[in-house]
């Protein structure tokens, strides 16, 4: 496999103003994803590491700076284009999994697939493939609160993929699990990362579970701090 | 293709997560509810007291009566002004024979069927052109009177709301004694809430002598008014007063419509604008508790029309069960419900609630209104929720 780049920061600073408050949170950060990673981003809370994610996917913007996906400049996209670009090339995994608790397992992982032309047997189709690959098939018609949290996860993760984009940023997808089910879902990311060439940042406070990325960075004060003591 | 999917399902999405906020919900179509009923009963109740009252009279009948009298029961005419009526000028002659009715009115005592008080009713004496002088009278049941018996023929809505005077039934008033021959039909106007008899028979009943009430005349044209005003100008023993009968009923009808108009509309406006802030504070609510997944929605890439389009919808879904809610309650409660008021002759004037179409229409526009005005700017706060809180624990 060569090594590509996938994303790439340049010089991007990021700042909020509250008030007269001005919180800086990157300054003139560069950096290059390659394709192909799986990145596990760790460090202290208010660190930036979500801020940083959202950046990534195109849900936030720089305050300067440029950012490039796969060729792409995304900084300075419209918001209507940034929609466009996210449901083709970004697959978000939650936390809490943000499934919709009206609809069913199925239903769920088919949202993305309503954004794009296809018609409702290839829908379907789709939809069938991500779940067999997230191993929950058999749970298809499940609400999510007929689900445990482990499966709700890998609902999420069916819907993550099902548009089949090359990028997945995940904040904390372990967080509200136990042991043993984080352990199964951080095995299918790596599965994921592996079989199928995803690129994927996930965001974890968790050591155990940023072992199971091929490289984790430490963010602190808006710096990656290399290689911190484990 | 691919925005028409997007927004349905998100529609969907929105219409099916409102079971999740069930009792809002349903306070808020409730209210709208309220508000509909209000609304359609109000214009009902001026739709059905115009119909009989202000529909009642022609305006090529007059109505004479003693100078003064604001009403029939308070007026009366001596044989002497009757005679010379009888040679005015402005009335209709069939050979020598005045169009025309010297009509007596007297109260009389019913018992109403839904609360079993007593209640004032109205008797007219009147002769056979009186009859034919009333638009679209029919007899339904029975016969007509016939002079110089103690015979009354009884208004179908008298009959309807007033215990006794089924067809063949013998009624006492105070010492006098009557014989119910038949109903009549009057259009649905005022005069189906009278009973009517021979005017010589209420005459010598009770006591008039030769006197009358008022004259009903048919008018010989569109000055006939004013000719008539004339001719007692200048004859000082005709102290009267003359005027169309539809002036008559529509001053009549005063009461009921500045209580519509002073109390009814504005009853409905206040509930109309507290439906509303329910509405509003109903679909904030939602937006609040559907803001994960609106932004959820928004991150994966979905549009900030479709998630628009949904929370007008659910508003809307709630305006249009609300109305329908309404409409049936109104139809049930209130459609072709008899009411009686007070006119200002103080006697019972019996009016149908007409629940019409149109009113349908002008209750629906309202709770659209309310659906509209009430989705759309919490709407416009779903759709820029900020899509950075996807990630953040909201
Ligand atoms: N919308 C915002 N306005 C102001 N400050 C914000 C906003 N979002 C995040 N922040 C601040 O930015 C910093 C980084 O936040 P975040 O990226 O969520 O950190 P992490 O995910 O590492 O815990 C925090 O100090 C946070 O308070
Ligand atoms: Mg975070």
């Known amino acids: 496999m060569t090594e590509k780049t996938l994303i790439e920061l340049d010089h991007v600073t990021k700042r909020y103003t509250r008030g007269r408050d001005t919180i800086e949170i990157f300054d003139e950060l560069t950096m290059g994803i390659e394709e192909g990673a799986f990145l596990a981003i760790m460090g202290p809370s208010g660190s930036g590491k979500t801020t940083l994610l959202n950046i990534l996917g195109g849900i936030d913007s720089p305050t300067s700076g440029s950012v490039t996906v796969g060729g792409q400049r995304i900084d300075n996209m419209s918001e209507g284009a940034l929609s466009k670009w996210r449901a083709a090339n970004v697959g978000f995994i939650f936390q809490f999994y943000n499934l919709m608790p009206m609809l069913t397992a199925a239903q769920n992982v088919e949202l993305p697939l309503l954004l794009t032309d296809l018609g409702r047997s290839r829908r379907a189709e789709h939809v069938k493939t991500a779940l067999n690959v997230v191993g929950i098939a058999d749970r298809a018609k499940h609400k999510p609160s007929e689900l445990s949290g482990g499966q ?67 963010l602190d004060k808006g710096h990656f701090v290399q290689e911190a003591a484990e | 293709m691919a925005i028409w999917n997007e927004t349905v399902a998100v529609t969907a999405m929105t219409v099916k997560s409102l079971p999740q906020r069930i009792w809002v919900a349903i306070v808020t179509l409730i209210a709208i509810a309220i508000v509909v009923t209000v609304m359609m009963a109000v214009l009902a109740m001026a739709a059905g007291f115009d119909k009989t009252v202000a529909g009642a009279g022609g305006v090529d009948t007059a109505i004479i009566m003693r100078a003064g009298s604001q009403a029939e029961l308070n007026s009366g005419l001596s044989s002497e002004q009757i005679n010379l009526l009888a040679e005015a000028p402005g009335i209709v002659r069939v050979g020598n024979q005045p169009q025309a009715s010297p009509e007596l009115y007297v109260i009389v005592d019913g018992i109403k069927k839904s609360t079993g008080l007593s209640v004032n009713l109205p008797l007219r004496g009147m002769n056979p052109i009186g009859v034919e002088l009333r638009k679209d009278v029919v007899i339904s049941e029975g016969r007509m009177f016939e002079t110089g018996k103690n015979e009354l023929v009884v208004g179908r809505a008298a009959r309807q709301q007033f215990a006794g005077f089924d067809p063949g039934s013998t009624v006492q008033f105070g010492k006098t004694t009557w014989q119910v021959v038949g109903i009549f039909e009057a259009g649905g106007s005022v005069f189906e809430s009278e009973l009517w008899a021979d005017a010589k028979v209420v005459q010598s009943l009770y006591n008039r002598g030769n006197s009358y009430q008022s004259v009903r005349a048919l008018l010989d044209g569109p000055d006939a008014i004013q000719k008539i005003e004339a001719y007692a100008g200048n004859d000082p023993r005709l102290n009267i007063s003359v005027q169309t009968e539809a002036d008559y009923f529509s001053q009549l009808s005063k009461p009921l419509v500045s209580f519509i108009n002073g109390v009814g509309y504005p009853l409905a406006i206040v509930m109309a604008l507290g439906a509303l802030a329910g509405a509003l504070n109903a679909m904030y609510t939602s937006v609040a508790a559907r803001q994960r997944e609106i932004v959820t929605l928004r991150a994966i890439g979905f549009g900030g029309f479709s998630t628009f389009v949904g929370i007008m919808v659910e508003a809307l879904v709630l305006a249009f069960a609300g109305t329908l809610l309404g409409v049936m309650v109104t139809y049930i409660f209130f ?24 009113l349908v229409v002008q209750a629906g526009v309202l709770a659209l209104a309310i659906g509209l005005i009430g989705g759309f700017f919490p709407a416009l706060r779903a759709a820029r929720l900020p899509v950075v809180d996807a990630f953040r624990n909201v």
């Open chain 1, 152 to 218: 709700q996860q890998r609902v999420a993760i069916a819907r993550a993929i099902v548009s089949d984009p090359k990028l997945m940023l995940a904040d904390e997808p372990t967080g509200d699990l136990d042991r043993t089910t984080a352990v199964e879902i951080l095995e299918m990311l790596q599965l994921l990362n592996k079989e199928f060439g995803k690129t994927i940042i996930m965001v974890t406070h968790d050591p155990e579970a940023a072992r199971f990325a091929s490289r984790t960075l430490h």
């Open chain 2, 335 to 358: 459609d072709g419900l008899t009411a009686s008021t007070l006119g200002q002759t103080f006697t019972q004037i019996v009016f149908d609630f007409s629940v019409t179409p149109e």
